[in-house]
């Protein structure tokens, strides 16, 4: 196996030169293995990734990577056990095992073996420029002259993909609507397009879970700008939120069956459950992709409360990431800390926000509300203010 620095993963790719575009790309299972451990990817994992160097800009994965961060600067003494704080910033991936055996590891490419992968070693796949994947053959000859309506042979260009290009196309694949045109031929990743998902295009949900457990949030609003400008979380939404951070890709996009909004995995997760998995997967790789759970629950060291709860597992009570008794100040984009009356008053006169301006408000929320949370600490970075922006709409009439 070399070494993932020298890559072994060709990929063929059809090309309009006069409009500078990928058409479609020819991959063998070695590629498409790498894309597909994308979805396998937790969230911490995703945010530690594309704040890296690569040969496209680093990237901040809104307010998950401020989640993350707060995590880093946590004394060691809040969480419950010595081995949380590492676990929560490197989180187990779900298919861990199945992953080292690919020709590129996302969570340690030292690991990397290419001796097996999710695919059978003879498979071929079309990959379209906005991810959407199909096997070669007669139904994807067809898919390329109708749906891309093509009716003449592209020219073709052979590439070597690097390491770097590796941790490219996860960032091109997150906010780049053509991410093959992007990687190989331009090169370039708009970094407004790694920030903040506009609050009017996140639509509610239409996911509701079935759950009575609530828990109190004593919130702190701000009247004139119907923001929430932080939040005194006990222990058990600490738990919660703490929790966003192991959460896969593939999750997330299962919740949403398919329509996340995360760029073109959308369009990856989709397509993947077209193909056949009796002739191009091994085993019940496909379904694991599909709906990906945590790294074992025998693993005594992962801990998922809210995956229990959307995953509609029977766990119902769970152990905690941060110590009984805790109490935390999460601001709006989820940086937390220990909460302090100097630490509320220094936010506050360091965002210069008037008393007459302030209110402080009890509510109650559920699995739904901490459903809406994940979703907007993915895409903006004003978690609690768009996730629970329905409590902002009765302040509003209050006032």
Known sequence: MDSPENLNISLTLHIDFEKNKVLYAEADNDFVDVLLSLLTLPLATVSRLVSKESTVQPCTFNCISSLRQSVEKLDQKYFSWDWIKEKLLNPLNPMGAESKTLVYNFDDPQMSRGFAGYLRKSSCFIVADDLTLMPSDLNSTLWILETLGIDYVPEKLTVNVTEAEVLDLLKFSLWSKTPLTDLFLRKKLNIQNCQT?????????ELQINDGWKMKLKIMISKSKR?????????????????????????????????????????LYKSLAGIDSTRYFKSDLKNKLLNPMI????????????????????????????????????????????????????FLRESKFVEQDLEVKLIRIGANEVYEILRAAIFTSSALTTGLSPFLNLVKQET
Not at 200 to 205: A, E, N, Q, T
Not at 246 to 261: C, K, S, Y
Not at 320 to 339: I, N, R
């Open 197 to 205: 998902l506009p609050q009017s295009r996140l639509m509610k949900s």
């Open 227 to 267: 923001k929430i400008l932080f939040a005194e979380a006990e222990e058990g939404l600490m738990d919660q939120l703490l929790s966003f951070l192991t959460i896969p890709l593939g999750v997330v996009e299962r919740l949403a069956q398919g329509n996340a909004g995360l760029g073109c995995i959308d369009n």
């Open 295 to 346: 790294a074992s629950r025998k693993v005594k060291n992962q801990m998922l409360p809210i995956y229990y709860k959307l995953s509609e597992a029977s766990e119902s009570r769970y152990a905690c990431y941060v110590k009984q008794g805790t109490t935390f100040m999460v601001t709006d984009d989820l940086s937390a800390e220990p909460f302090s009356s100097s630490a509320a008053l220094k």
